[in-house]
């Protein structure tokens, strides 16, 4: 679809639609792809996330050509509770959760936040607020 794809150091993904004015601010849509177990029958599918990309690809089909930057925001472990708190994709983006406080999470095996990065192949060293990449 011609998106600027980028992920964040906890697997947070980024869809950028760059826009026709860089001045302005973007906006956003977002949404979750990992869910409870027996969530229900349509909470596994990313039915949110791929909505927001179906918008997308309809807009830009129709010719629509945004003057902000549209930035579709796909969040990481947001409902498990692996580590005892939901919301951490979201939190880390968002200074809500400290680098510091998530680097001393560990799961009920006693596995880090780290560890976890590293098997996922998420190598970038920093967590937190900041850019994807």
């Known amino acids: 679809m011609g998106l600027q794809v ?11 639609w760059p826009g026709t004015d860089p001045n302005l601010a973007p906006v956003a849509t977002a949404h979750i792809i990992d869910a409870i177990p027996n969530a229900g029958r349509y909470r596994r599918r990313g039915s949110g996330s791929s909505g927001g990309l179906e918008a997308l690809r309809a807009l830009k089909e129709s010719g629509f050509k945004p003057r902000r930057t549209i930035e579709l925001i796909v969040f990481t472990a947001e409902e498990p509770t692996r580590f005892g708190i939901g919301c951490l994709g979201s939190r880390l983006l968002s200074g809500a959760l400290s680098p510091k ?6 799961d009920f095996q006693g596995r880090t936040l ?13 967590l937190g607020v ?4």
Not at 6 to 16: Q, S
Not at 101 to 106: G, H, P, T, V
Not at 114 to 124: H, I, M, N, P, V
């Open 6 to 16: 980028a992920k964040d150091a906890v697997g947070n993904l980024f869809a950028r």
């Open 101 to 106: 406080k998530a680097a001393a999470l560990r």
């Open 114 to 126: 780290e560890q976890w990065r590293k098997q996922a192949g998420l190598r970038r060293p920093e």
């Open 130 to 133: 900041g850019a994807a990449t």
